[in-house]
């Protein structure tokens, strides 16, 4: 009987721990989610400010609608946008090498 009790205990125990242990790990996972959301916030906020100065530059050459200001603006928009798919990467893959390392340490 004493070592029903003592099995019963120290499952109880285990699965404490281990409920504890997921839960910081969602928790983790959702400050990663949120902060990679603030981050992608702030990144298109700075780029619309880039491409309304770049606009503005152009306006007061007296180059708003010629080619070459459509042209640099454009691009500008372009290297934004790949700018933020490789941060969206960058963040993806040190978030999987934190998930593998927590993974493997004991």
Known sequence: MKKIALLVSALTLSFGALAATQASEEALATAHKKADTAKEKLHAEQNIGAQ???????????????????????????????????????????????????????
């Open 52 to 106: 309304q100065k770049l606009k503005a530059k152009h306006a007061a050459e007296g180059q708003a609608n010629s080619t070459s200001s459509k042209i640099s603006e454009g691009s500008q928009k372009a290297w934004h946008s790949t700018k933020q798919g490789v941060e969206k990467g960058w963040d993806k893959t040190k978030e999987g090498a934190e998930d593998l390392k927590d993974d493997i340490s004991p």
